[in-house]
């Protein structure tokens, strides 16, 4: 059964880092892309930012660019998220999902997804 454990999340300052850690559990596959999701009440699940696992393509949401990056550690079946200069707007739910096969358009919609992590609390105090 495959699994993606989360790991990273916190609270911290405002203009503080964090780095979020996502591993999967339960296959020999590599998943084709992975992504990381913010989840903030009130508000649909939001991407911000997903990479391409072997080719290391990655995406960005604009608020992102700049001062998250996102990378695969092979070694390890993971996925993380280094986050800096964190601003309170950052705070929210993150989740890591995973898709396996053919990665397409729409990768960084929630829809796209058969894989979720549990979900980290990131938390950016002003």
């Known amino acids: 059964l495959v699994q993606l454990v989360e790991s990273g999340g916190g609270s911290v300052q405002a203009g503080g880092s964090l780095r979020l850690s996502c591993v999967a559990t339960?296959?020999?596959?590599?998943?084709?892309?992975m992504g990381w999701f913010r989840q903030v009440p009130g508000q649909e699940r939001q991407a911000v930012a997903g990479?391409?696992?072997?080719?290391?393509?990655?995406d960005y949401i604009d608020s992102a660019k700049g001062r998250f990056s996102i990378a695969a550690d092979n070694a390890k079946n993971a996925v993380t998220l280094q986050m800096n200069s964190l601003k309170p707007e950052d705070t929210g739910i993150y989740y890591c999902?995973?898709?396996?096969?053919?990665?397409?358009?729409?990768?960084?919609?929630?829809?796209?997804?058969?894989?979720w992590g549990q979900g980290t609390q990131v938390t950016v105090s002003s």
């Open positions: 999902a995973a898709q396996w096969g053919t990665v397409g358009a729409e990768r960084l919609s929630p829809t796209s997804y058969s894989h």
């Open positions: 990479i391409y696992i072997q080719g290391g393509s990655t």
């Open positions: 339960g296959t020999v596959y590599r998943a084709s892309y």
